[in-house]
Protein backbone atom coordinates (compact mmCIF):
# COMPACT_ATOMS: atom_id res chain seq x y z
CA UNK A 1 0.00 0.00 0.00
CA UNK A 2 1.52 3.33 -1.03
CA UNK A 3 1.25 6.39 1.46
CA UNK A 4 0.77 8.67 -0.24
CA UNK A 5 0.39 11.92 2.25
CA UNK A 6 -1.92 13.12 4.92
CA UNK A 7 -4.32 16.06 3.91
CA UNK A 8 -4.79 18.13 6.79
CA UNK A 9 -5.74 21.80 7.87
CA UNK A 10 -6.94 23.21 11.22
CA UNK A 11 -10.56 21.21 10.57
CA UNK A 12 -9.36 18.02 9.53
CA UNK A 13 -6.40 15.31 8.71
CA UNK A 14 -6.80 12.71 6.65
CA UNK A 15 -4.03 9.99 5.62
CA UNK A 16 -4.49 9.22 2.29
CA UNK A 17 -3.03 5.85 0.52
CA UNK A 18 -3.31 3.71 -2.48
CA UNK A 19 -4.22 0.03 -1.16
CA UNK A 20 -2.92 -2.49 -3.88
CA UNK A 21 -3.90 -5.46 -1.62
CA UNK A 22 -6.94 -6.43 -3.92
CA UNK A 23 -7.09 -7.32 -7.25
CA UNK A 24 -7.24 -3.63 -8.49
CA UNK A 25 -6.12 -0.31 -6.79
CA UNK A 26 -8.41 1.92 -4.61
CA UNK A 27 -7.91 5.12 -2.79
CA UNK A 28 -7.98 4.33 0.94
CA UNK A 29 -8.60 7.57 3.08
CA UNK A 30 -8.59 7.56 7.05
CA UNK A 31 -9.49 10.37 9.25
CA UNK A 32 -6.52 10.29 11.63
CA UNK A 33 -9.09 12.21 14.61
CA UNK A 34 -11.16 9.23 14.65
CA UNK A 35 -9.72 6.10 12.60
CA UNK A 36 -12.54 6.01 10.26
CA UNK A 37 -11.58 4.92 7.28
CA UNK A 38 -13.18 4.63 3.85
CA UNK A 39 -12.18 3.43 0.29
CA UNK A 40 -12.95 4.82 -2.93
CA UNK A 41 -12.50 3.12 -6.41
CA UNK A 42 -11.50 4.44 -9.72
CA UNK A 43 -15.29 4.65 -10.84
CA UNK A 44 -16.16 6.37 -7.16
CA UNK A 45 -13.48 8.57 -7.69
CA UNK A 46 -14.49 9.95 -10.95
CA UNK A 47 -17.48 9.85 -10.19
CA UNK A 48 -16.79 12.81 -7.28
CA UNK A 49 -14.84 14.20 -10.09
CA UNK A 50 -17.77 15.15 -12.08
CA UNK A 51 -20.01 15.53 -8.91
CA UNK A 52 -21.61 18.92 -9.36
CA UNK A 53 -20.69 21.36 -6.77
CA UNK A 54 -24.08 21.04 -5.10
CA UNK A 55 -23.08 17.58 -4.12
CA UNK A 56 -20.07 18.65 -2.48
CA UNK A 57 -21.79 20.96 -0.67
CA UNK A 58 -24.48 19.19 0.52
CA UNK A 59 -22.22 16.59 1.49
CA UNK A 60 -20.18 19.43 4.03
CA UNK A 61 -23.47 19.73 5.99
CA UNK A 62 -22.71 18.18 9.00
CA UNK A 63 -26.43 16.94 10.17
CA UNK A 64 -26.19 14.76 6.36
CA UNK A 65 -24.07 11.96 7.71
CA UNK A 66 -21.80 12.23 10.66
CA UNK A 67 -23.93 14.40 12.86
CA UNK A 68 -27.16 13.48 11.46
CA UNK A 69 -30.44 12.88 14.04
CA UNK A 70 -30.70 9.89 16.03
CA UNK A 71 -34.48 9.48 14.22
CA UNK A 72 -33.32 9.54 10.39
CA UNK A 73 -30.92 6.58 11.08
CA UNK A 74 -27.79 5.61 12.03
CA UNK A 75 -25.27 8.44 12.16
CA UNK A 76 -22.00 6.39 11.55
CA UNK A 77 -23.60 3.53 8.86
CA UNK A 78 -20.32 4.35 6.45
CA UNK A 79 -18.64 1.87 9.65
CA UNK A 80 -20.53 -0.76 8.73
CA UNK A 81 -18.91 -1.17 5.20
CA UNK A 82 -16.69 -3.98 4.33
CA UNK B 1 -45.77 74.23 16.22
CA UNK B 2 -42.09 75.91 16.36
CA UNK B 3 -38.70 74.00 14.94
CA UNK B 4 -35.28 73.77 15.40
CA UNK B 5 -32.54 73.80 12.84
CA UNK B 6 -30.08 71.49 14.81
CA UNK B 7 -26.72 72.46 13.47
CA UNK B 8 -25.42 68.21 13.43
CA UNK B 9 -21.92 69.64 14.22
CA UNK B 10 -23.29 71.10 17.75
CA UNK B 11 -24.65 68.41 18.82
CA UNK B 12 -21.59 66.45 18.84
CA UNK B 13 -19.47 67.57 21.47
CA UNK B 14 -16.51 64.83 21.08
CA UNK B 15 -16.39 66.27 17.82
CA UNK B 16 -16.27 69.65 19.06
CA UNK B 17 -13.50 68.49 21.47
CA UNK B 18 -11.44 66.64 18.72
CA UNK B 19 -11.59 69.76 16.46
CA UNK B 20 -9.63 72.00 19.04
CA UNK B 21 -7.50 69.17 20.05
CA UNK B 22 -6.25 68.67 16.34
CA UNK B 23 -4.69 72.20 15.31
CA UNK B 24 -3.02 72.89 11.96
CA UNK B 25 0.26 73.22 13.96
CA UNK B 26 0.07 71.23 16.88
CA UNK B 27 -2.01 68.24 18.51
CA UNK B 28 -2.90 67.53 21.69
CA UNK B 29 -1.20 64.92 24.18
CA UNK B 30 -4.55 63.76 24.81
CA UNK B 31 -5.69 62.72 21.00
CA UNK B 32 -3.46 59.23 21.22
CA UNK B 33 -4.14 58.44 25.30
CA UNK B 34 -8.15 59.60 25.23
CA UNK B 35 -10.47 55.82 25.23
CA UNK B 36 -13.42 58.12 23.38
CA UNK B 37 -10.90 59.51 20.52
CA UNK B 38 -10.28 55.73 20.29
CA UNK B 39 -13.77 54.38 19.81
CA UNK B 40 -14.48 57.00 16.94
CA UNK B 41 -11.16 56.28 15.17
CA UNK B 42 -12.96 52.74 14.85
CA UNK B 43 -16.36 53.98 13.76
CA UNK B 44 -15.07 56.72 12.11
CA UNK B 45 -11.83 55.61 10.22
CA UNK B 46 -11.22 51.22 10.79
CA UNK B 47 -15.04 50.59 10.15
CA UNK B 48 -15.69 53.50 7.31
CA UNK B 49 -12.64 53.82 4.84
CA UNK B 50 -10.95 51.63 2.66
CA UNK B 51 -8.20 49.82 4.87
CA UNK B 52 -4.94 46.96 3.59
CA UNK B 53 -6.01 43.49 4.95
CA UNK B 54 -3.61 41.83 2.50
CA UNK B 55 -2.19 40.85 -0.95
CA UNK B 56 -3.30 38.39 -3.44
CA UNK B 57 -0.36 36.25 -3.75
CA UNK B 58 -0.73 35.62 -0.16
CA UNK B 59 -3.87 33.33 -1.32
CA UNK B 60 -2.31 32.26 -4.81
CA UNK B 61 -4.36 28.72 -5.26
CA UNK B 62 -8.06 28.04 -4.70
CA UNK B 63 -8.96 27.55 -1.42
CA UNK B 64 -6.24 29.19 -0.01
CA UNK B 65 -7.15 31.52 3.26
CA UNK B 66 -5.03 33.70 5.67
CA UNK B 67 -5.99 34.98 9.08
CA UNK B 68 -6.07 39.34 8.85
CA UNK B 69 -7.15 42.17 10.48
CA UNK B 70 -9.03 45.51 10.12
CA UNK B 71 -8.24 47.37 12.99
CA UNK B 72 -8.69 44.86 15.94
CA UNK B 73 -11.45 43.14 13.97
CA UNK B 74 -10.37 39.45 12.79
CA UNK B 75 -11.01 38.49 9.33
CA UNK B 76 -10.73 35.91 7.09
CA UNK B 77 -9.41 36.48 3.39
CA UNK B 78 -9.69 33.19 1.00
CA UNK B 79 -9.58 33.05 -2.80
CA UNK B 80 -13.15 30.48 -3.54
CA UNK B 81 -12.74 27.76 -6.15
CA UNK B 82 -13.27 30.51 -8.95
CA UNK B 83 -10.82 32.44 -7.59
CA UNK B 84 -12.88 35.54 -5.90
CA UNK B 85 -11.04 36.75 -3.13
CA UNK B 86 -13.18 37.56 0.21
CA UNK B 87 -13.39 38.97 3.23
CA UNK B 88 -14.89 37.35 6.09
CA UNK B 89 -15.22 38.17 9.80
CA UNK B 90 -14.01 35.03 11.59
CA UNK B 91 -16.75 34.89 13.94
CA UNK B 92 -19.38 31.58 14.08
CA UNK B 93 -22.81 32.99 13.22
CA UNK B 94 -24.08 30.58 15.94
CA UNK B 95 -22.47 31.80 19.14
CA UNK B 96 -20.00 33.83 18.19
CA UNK B 97 -16.53 31.53 18.46
CA UNK B 98 -13.81 32.28 15.88
CA UNK B 99 -14.12 30.32 13.18
CA UNK B 100 -10.45 30.08 11.83
CA UNK B 101 -7.28 29.69 14.03
CA UNK B 102 -4.75 28.93 11.99
CA UNK B 103 -3.07 32.10 10.52
CA UNK B 104 -3.07 30.23 6.94
CA UNK B 105 -3.85 27.08 5.57
CA UNK B 106 -6.20 25.78 2.16
CA UNK B 107 -9.58 24.85 2.70
CA UNK B 108 -12.93 25.04 0.63
CA UNK B 109 -15.15 25.03 4.22
CA UNK B 110 -14.55 25.67 7.08
CA UNK B 111 -15.95 23.69 10.60
CA UNK B 112 -16.34 26.06 13.55
CA UNK B 113 -15.09 23.76 16.38
CA UNK B 114 -17.15 24.59 19.43
CA UNK B 115 -20.49 22.97 17.60
CA UNK B 116 -19.67 22.31 14.24
CA UNK B 117 -21.28 24.96 11.99
CA UNK B 118 -20.15 24.38 8.98
CA UNK B 119 -19.10 27.53 6.32
CA UNK B 120 -18.08 27.76 2.98
CA UNK B 121 -14.97 30.34 2.17
CA UNK B 122 -17.31 32.10 0.81
CA UNK B 123 -19.37 32.51 4.33
CA UNK B 124 -22.16 30.74 3.25
CA UNK B 125 -23.50 28.43 5.52
CA UNK B 126 -23.36 24.85 4.39
CA UNK B 127 -24.89 23.37 8.01
CA UNK B 128 -24.91 22.08 11.11
CA UNK B 129 -25.00 19.24 13.23
CA UNK B 130 -28.30 17.23 14.81
CA UNK B 131 -30.28 19.86 12.54
CA UNK B 132 -33.64 18.68 13.53
CA UNK B 133 -33.01 20.80 16.86
CA UNK B 134 -33.54 23.38 14.27
CA UNK B 135 -36.94 21.45 12.32
CA UNK B 136 -34.20 20.31 9.65
CA UNK B 137 -32.10 21.26 7.00
CA UNK B 138 -34.50 23.76 5.39
CA UNK B 139 -33.39 26.03 8.66
CA UNK B 140 -29.89 26.41 6.93
CA UNK B 141 -31.69 29.27 3.99
CA UNK B 142 -33.12 31.26 7.29
CA UNK B 143 -30.12 31.09 9.63
CA UNK B 144 -26.82 33.33 9.01
CA UNK B 145 -23.75 32.41 7.43
CA UNK B 146 -19.99 34.31 8.09
CA UNK B 147 -20.48 37.78 7.71
CA UNK B 148 -19.39 39.34 4.62
CA UNK B 149 -16.98 42.39 4.36
CA UNK B 150 -19.18 44.35 2.06
CA UNK B 151 -16.48 46.09 -0.15
CA UNK B 152 -12.85 44.49 -1.24
CA UNK B 153 -10.89 45.21 -4.21
CA UNK B 154 -7.65 45.04 -4.96
CA UNK B 155 -4.79 47.05 -6.60
CA UNK B 156 -1.92 45.88 -8.20
CA UNK B 157 -2.58 42.87 -5.78
CA UNK B 158 -2.80 44.58 -2.67
CA UNK B 159 -6.28 43.95 -1.26
CA UNK B 160 -8.10 46.42 0.37
CA UNK B 161 -11.66 46.21 2.40
CA UNK B 162 -13.78 48.73 3.66
CA UNK B 163 -16.58 47.73 6.23
CA UNK B 164 -18.82 50.54 5.02
CA UNK B 165 -21.83 49.79 2.59
CA UNK B 166 -21.14 52.55 0.47
CA UNK B 167 -18.27 55.25 0.00
CA UNK B 168 -15.49 56.54 -2.26
CA UNK B 169 -14.01 53.67 -4.96
CA UNK B 170 -10.70 51.93 -3.92
CA UNK B 171 -8.72 54.13 -6.44
CA UNK B 172 -10.90 57.33 -5.20
CA UNK B 173 -9.23 56.41 -2.03
CA UNK B 174 -5.90 55.79 -2.90
CA UNK B 175 -5.21 59.12 -5.95
CA UNK B 176 -1.72 59.64 -5.84
CA UNK B 177 -0.85 57.00 -3.66
CA UNK B 178 -1.61 54.18 -6.11
CA UNK B 179 1.41 55.56 -8.44
CA UNK B 180 3.68 54.47 -5.78
CA UNK B 181 2.58 51.24 -5.90
CA UNK B 182 3.04 51.13 -9.52
CA UNK B 183 6.37 52.42 -8.67
CA UNK B 184 7.08 49.30 -6.41
CA UNK B 185 6.02 46.82 -8.67
CA UNK B 186 7.93 48.12 -11.83
CA UNK B 187 11.08 47.02 -9.70
CA UNK B 188 9.73 43.38 -10.57
CA UNK B 189 10.46 42.22 -14.24
CA UNK B 190 7.75 40.64 -14.07
CA UNK B 191 5.61 43.87 -12.74
CA UNK B 192 4.03 41.83 -9.45
CA UNK B 193 5.24 42.06 -5.76
CA UNK B 194 4.96 38.99 -4.01
CA UNK B 195 4.04 39.27 0.08
CA UNK B 196 5.34 35.36 0.60
CA UNK B 197 8.53 36.02 3.34
CA UNK B 198 6.40 35.67 6.12
CA UNK B 199 5.34 38.10 8.78
CA UNK B 200 6.93 39.03 12.28
CA UNK B 201 4.74 40.63 14.55
CA UNK B 202 5.81 43.62 17.02
CA UNK B 203 3.36 44.90 19.53
CA UNK B 204 4.17 48.20 21.17
CA UNK B 205 2.36 50.27 23.93
CA UNK B 206 1.78 52.92 21.81
CA UNK B 207 -1.33 54.45 20.17
CA UNK B 208 -1.10 53.91 16.44
CA UNK B 209 -1.25 57.84 15.15
CA UNK B 210 2.16 57.33 16.37
CA UNK B 211 3.41 54.84 14.21
CA UNK B 212 1.95 56.60 11.24
CA UNK B 213 3.42 59.69 11.69
CA UNK B 214 6.85 58.53 12.61
CA UNK B 215 6.68 56.17 8.80
CA UNK B 216 7.31 59.94 6.84
CA UNK B 217 8.91 61.50 9.67
CA UNK B 218 12.44 62.43 8.11
CA UNK B 219 13.57 64.03 11.57
CA UNK B 220 14.35 60.94 13.50
CA UNK B 221 16.26 58.53 11.25
CA UNK B 222 19.62 59.94 12.13
CA UNK B 223 18.82 60.49 15.69
CA UNK B 224 17.23 56.95 16.62
CA UNK B 225 18.93 54.85 13.59
CA UNK B 226 22.20 56.39 14.31
CA UNK B 227 23.38 52.92 15.93
CA UNK B 228 22.54 50.90 12.44
CA UNK B 229 23.42 53.06 10.39
CA UNK B 230 26.89 53.23 11.70
CA UNK B 231 27.30 49.26 12.23
CA UNK B 232 26.09 48.94 8.50
CA UNK B 233 28.08 51.54 7.15
CA UNK B 234 24.67 53.00 5.50
CA UNK B 235 24.07 55.96 3.56
CA UNK B 236 20.31 56.06 4.21
CA UNK B 237 21.05 58.94 7.45
CA UNK B 238 22.41 61.06 4.89
CA UNK B 239 19.16 60.93 2.83
CA UNK B 240 17.21 62.85 5.46
CA UNK B 241 19.50 65.76 5.92
CA UNK B 242 18.79 69.12 5.67
CA UNK B 243 21.70 68.71 2.45
CA UNK B 244 19.24 66.23 0.76
CA UNK B 245 17.76 66.86 -2.06
CA UNK B 246 14.46 64.24 -1.21
CA UNK B 247 11.97 65.74 0.02
CA UNK B 248 8.91 65.06 2.34
CA UNK B 249 5.35 65.09 -0.08
CA UNK B 250 1.43 65.00 1.41
CA UNK B 251 -0.34 63.18 -1.57
CA UNK B 252 -3.75 63.86 -0.29
CA UNK B 253 -6.26 61.46 1.75
CA UNK B 254 -3.68 61.59 4.43
CA UNK B 255 -1.43 59.17 2.41
CA UNK B 256 2.03 60.63 2.76
CA UNK B 257 5.92 59.73 1.50
CA UNK B 258 9.66 60.53 1.49
CA UNK B 259 10.48 60.51 -1.82
CA UNK B 260 13.85 59.80 -1.72
CA UNK B 261 14.05 59.50 -5.73
CA UNK B 262 15.48 62.76 -6.40
CA UNK B 263 18.79 62.40 -3.93
CA UNK B 264 19.04 58.28 -5.73
CA UNK B 265 18.91 60.11 -9.07
CA UNK B 266 21.83 62.31 -8.10
CA UNK B 267 23.76 59.51 -6.71
CA UNK B 268 23.01 58.27 -9.80
CA UNK B 269 23.47 54.44 -8.69
CA UNK B 270 21.51 51.27 -9.81
CA UNK B 271 20.28 49.67 -6.71
CA UNK B 272 21.55 52.08 -4.50
CA UNK B 273 18.60 52.48 -2.69
CA UNK B 274 18.79 48.60 -1.62
CA UNK B 275 22.19 49.07 -0.67
CA UNK B 276 22.98 45.83 -3.05
CA UNK B 277 25.69 46.47 -5.83
CA UNK B 278 24.62 45.16 -9.18
CA UNK B 279 27.04 42.82 -9.58
CA UNK B 280 25.98 40.76 -6.57
CA UNK B 281 22.49 40.12 -8.05
CA UNK B 282 23.24 39.52 -11.97
CA UNK B 283 19.76 38.01 -12.62
CA UNK B 284 18.08 40.65 -11.39
CA UNK B 285 19.63 43.14 -13.43
CA UNK B 286 19.72 41.01 -16.62
CA UNK B 287 16.04 40.38 -16.23
CA UNK B 288 15.27 43.99 -15.70
CA UNK B 289 16.70 44.85 -18.79
CA UNK B 290 15.13 41.92 -20.81
CA UNK B 291 11.88 43.50 -19.59
CA UNK B 292 12.29 47.09 -19.93
CA UNK B 293 15.03 47.08 -21.82
CA UNK B 294 18.52 48.71 -20.75
CA UNK B 295 17.48 52.81 -20.47
CA UNK B 296 14.38 52.59 -18.63
CA UNK B 297 15.88 49.49 -16.41
CA UNK B 298 18.49 51.30 -15.04
CA UNK B 299 15.82 54.88 -14.62
CA UNK B 300 13.77 52.08 -12.67
CA UNK B 301 16.65 50.97 -10.36
CA UNK B 302 18.23 54.44 -9.91
CA UNK B 303 14.61 55.65 -8.98
CA UNK B 304 14.28 52.40 -6.11
CA UNK B 305 10.82 51.90 -4.46
CA UNK B 306 8.70 53.92 -2.50
CA UNK B 307 8.86 54.87 1.24
CA UNK B 308 4.86 55.84 1.46
CA UNK B 309 2.35 55.74 4.08
CA UNK B 310 -1.14 54.90 2.76
CA UNK B 311 -3.29 56.06 5.30
CA UNK B 312 -4.24 54.31 7.77
CA UNK B 313 -2.34 51.01 7.81
CA UNK B 314 0.15 50.42 4.77
CA UNK B 315 3.50 51.32 4.54
CA UNK B 316 5.97 49.92 2.10
CA UNK B 317 9.36 51.05 3.31
CA UNK B 318 11.29 50.09 -0.09
CA UNK B 319 12.08 47.04 0.99
CA UNK B 320 9.92 46.04 3.29
CA UNK B 321 6.16 46.31 4.06
CA UNK B 322 4.43 46.97 7.23
CA UNK B 323 0.77 46.39 8.31
CA UNK B 324 -0.58 48.57 11.42
CA UNK B 325 -2.90 46.87 13.44
CA UNK B 326 -4.17 48.82 16.55
CA UNK B 327 -5.69 46.56 19.51
CA UNK B 328 -6.57 49.31 22.46
CA UNK B 329 -5.77 53.03 22.76
CA UNK B 330 -2.41 52.30 23.71
CA UNK B 331 -1.58 48.79 22.10
CA UNK B 332 -0.77 48.65 18.31
CA UNK B 333 0.92 45.53 16.23
CA UNK B 334 3.05 46.44 13.06
CA UNK B 335 2.94 43.17 11.17
CA UNK B 336 6.11 43.30 8.46
CA UNK B 337 7.44 41.38 5.99
CA UNK B 338 10.57 41.47 3.49
CA UNK B 339 8.73 42.48 -0.25
CA UNK B 340 9.86 40.24 -2.52
CA UNK B 341 9.80 41.05 -6.55
CA UNK B 342 8.22 37.59 -8.41
CA UNK B 343 10.83 36.91 -10.67
CA UNK B 344 13.84 38.42 -8.96
CA UNK B 345 14.93 35.35 -6.82
CA UNK B 346 18.96 36.47 -6.39
CA UNK B 347 17.27 39.76 -5.21
CA UNK B 348 14.84 38.43 -2.96
CA UNK B 349 17.22 36.53 -0.84
CA UNK B 350 19.32 39.52 -0.05
CA UNK B 351 16.00 41.32 0.43
CA UNK B 352 15.20 38.77 3.29
CA UNK B 353 18.01 38.67 4.97
CA UNK B 354 18.18 42.60 4.94
CA UNK B 355 14.85 42.59 6.82
CA UNK B 356 15.78 40.33 9.38
CA UNK B 357 18.63 42.27 10.02
CA UNK B 358 16.22 45.62 10.55
CA UNK B 359 13.17 44.50 11.36
CA UNK B 360 13.25 40.86 12.20
CA UNK B 361 12.91 39.66 15.70
CA UNK B 362 16.79 41.04 17.03
CA UNK B 363 16.75 43.53 14.24
CA UNK B 364 18.09 46.95 14.90
CA UNK B 365 15.72 48.66 12.91
CA UNK B 366 12.20 48.58 14.12
CA UNK B 367 13.46 48.19 17.85
CA UNK B 368 15.00 51.59 17.62
CA UNK B 369 11.26 52.54 16.66
CA UNK B 370 9.28 50.64 18.86
CA UNK B 371 11.65 52.44 21.65
CA UNK B 372 10.71 55.76 20.61
CA UNK B 373 7.07 54.74 20.49
CA UNK B 374 6.74 53.52 23.95
CA UNK B 375 8.28 56.40 25.35
CA UNK B 376 6.19 58.78 23.42
CA UNK B 377 2.89 57.43 24.81
CA UNK B 378 4.30 57.41 28.53
CA UNK B 379 5.36 61.29 27.68
CA UNK B 380 2.33 62.18 26.31
CA UNK B 381 0.61 61.06 29.29
CA UNK B 382 2.71 63.63 31.55
CA UNK B 383 0.46 67.06 32.35
CA UNK B 384 3.19 69.49 30.44
CA UNK B 385 3.64 70.66 28.19
CA UNK B 386 -0.27 69.69 26.37
CA UNK B 387 0.82 70.07 23.37
CA UNK B 388 3.25 68.30 20.29
CA UNK B 389 4.88 70.68 17.94
CA UNK B 390 4.00 70.01 14.51
CA UNK B 391 5.61 73.38 12.98
CA UNK B 392 9.10 72.43 11.41
CA UNK B 393 9.33 73.36 7.90
CA UNK B 394 5.84 75.12 8.07
CA UNK B 395 7.52 78.08 6.81
CA UNK B 396 9.16 76.70 3.31
CA UNK B 397 6.50 74.25 2.11
CA UNK B 398 5.76 74.43 -1.45
CA UNK B 399 3.64 73.30 -4.20
CA UNK B 400 5.26 70.55 -6.50
CA UNK B 401 3.99 70.54 -10.14
CA UNK B 402 1.41 68.15 -9.33
CA UNK B 403 -0.30 70.23 -6.66
CA UNK B 404 0.92 67.96 -3.72
CA UNK B 405 2.23 69.56 -0.75
CA UNK B 406 6.10 69.46 -0.27
CA UNK B 407 8.83 69.92 2.61
CA UNK B 408 12.03 69.14 2.94
CA UNK B 409 13.01 65.50 4.01
CA UNK B 410 13.42 66.48 7.53
CA UNK B 411 10.13 68.35 7.40
CA UNK B 412 6.67 67.66 9.18
CA UNK B 413 4.48 68.17 6.05
CA UNK B 414 3.70 64.97 6.38
CA UNK B 415 2.35 64.73 9.81
CA UNK B 416 0.56 67.70 8.87
CA UNK B 417 -1.35 66.23 6.24
CA UNK B 418 -2.29 63.49 7.81
CA UNK B 419 -3.94 65.02 10.88
CA UNK B 420 -5.78 67.42 8.24
CA UNK B 421 -6.96 64.41 6.77
CA UNK B 422 -7.96 62.72 10.49
CA UNK B 423 -9.76 65.79 11.62
CA UNK B 424 -12.23 65.50 8.48
CA UNK B 425 -12.24 62.47 9.35
CA UNK B 426 -13.44 62.71 12.47
CA UNK B 427 -15.42 65.20 12.98
Known sequence: MDELGVVANEFATVSVSVDDRGNGTRLRLEDLRTGTVRHLDALELESIVWAPESWMRALLDPSAHRWRDAERGPARESLDEP | MTTVDVDPARTDPLADR??????????????????????????????????????????????????????????????????????????????????????????GSFRCPYHGWTFANTGDLLGFPFNQGYGGSRARAELPGLGVVPRVESYRGFVFASLAVDGPTLREHLGAAAERLDRLCRLSPEGEVELTAGWVKHEVTANWKMLVENETDGYHPQFVHSSIFSISGSGIGALYSDKSTAVTRALGGGHTENDLSPEFRRLGVPMGWAGTPEAKIPDYVAAMRATYGSETADEIMINGSPHVMIFPNLFVAEIQLFQIQPLAVDRTVQH???????????????????????????????????????????????????????????HRERVDDDGHTIGTATDETSMRAMWRHYRELMT
Open chain 2, 18 to 107: IRSLVLPDRVHGSIYTDPDVYARELERIWYATWVYVGHASEVPEPNDYVRKTIGPQQVVMTRDKTGAIHVLHNRCSHRGNLVCDADRGNA
Open chain 2, 336 to 394: VTAIQFAGAPDLNRRLVTQCVGSVGPAGMLLADDAEMYERNQRGVAQRQPEWLDLTRGL
